[in-house]
């Protein structure tokens, strides 16, 4: 088991709907993350929140909103996407972004745009 | 200058045998080398980590050889087991005001029983 929780696990939803993408962690880490991930590649980095605050938005479309409600709880809000949208959604959590520790990641939610 | 070429993109070893995964990076700035291990379904777990000031790191059957002049650096598995079978991925970072990952394009590794 991970110490980063996702849920849903999976989400099945159509192009005008709005949802929602959480993540959780309870080790302390001050750093979180979003990732996407396509089927055979590396995780492509989209958002970082350092403190609760959005560090680095990777030209994400408006489309994505992702929220920091506390040091623990992150985020990601889902509205209108299109099917190049589904993939594989990774929340990752750090110590912080100046030290030199690694980034742990949940087990991700597998999204599907119908 | 952010990126991390990793080789090969499958690898196919038969049980018991040695995997060896290449990586090279061109940014000197990088000082944390992890490798991280995926399976299908799950998020990437990380295998293990060196820093540039070492130049070997071994955990049980996992080793990282790290050469700072070359700019590379290799992930071996000793005994493979078809346990093993998965996606690595190298990845690189540095500190900064924004940590991020840089990742190789992954290597699917199949052992064979």
């Known amino acids: 088991d991970t110490e980063v929780t996702q849920t849903p696990k999976h989400l099945v939803m159509g192009m005008t709907n709005k949802k929602s993408l959480k993540c959780e962690q309870h080790m302390g880490h001050r750093a979180m993350y979003w990732y996407k991930q396509k089927a055979k590649k590396p995780p492509e980095l989209m958002f970082v929140?350092?403190?609760?605050?959005?560090?680095i938005n990777e030209s994400v479309p408006s489309r994505f909103s992702p929220e920091c409600p506390n040091s623990s709880l992150l985020n990601l809000h889902l509205h209108a996407l299109q099917p190049e949208d589904s993939a594989l959604y990774l929340c990752a959590s750090s110590q912080g972004l100046v030290s030199n520790q690694p980034q742990h990641f949940g087990d991700g939610t597998r999204l599907s745009i119908l | 200058q952010q990126q991390v070429k990793q080789s090969p993109q499958s690898l196919i070893v038969q049980k018991g045998g040695i995997s060896i995964i290449n990586c090279a990076y061109e940014n000197t700035a990088f000082d944390y080398f992890p490798w991280y291990q995926q399976f299908p379904g799950k998020g990437p777990a990380l295998l293990i980590a060196i820093r540039p000031d070492v130049s070997e790191k071994k955990e049980g059957r996992f080793t990282i050889s790290f050469n700072k002049s070359a700019k590379q650096f290799s992930l071996h598995i000793m005994d493979s087991q078809p346990g093993d079978s998965a996606t690595y991925f190298c990845?690189?970072?540095?500190?900064?005001?924004?940590?991020?990952?840089?990742f190789g394009s992954g290597t699917q590794l199949t052992v064979l029983p």
């Open positions: 929140y350092s403190y609760e605050k959005l560090s």
């Open positions: 990845a690189a970072q540095y500190s900064g005001s924004a940590r991020q990952l840089t």
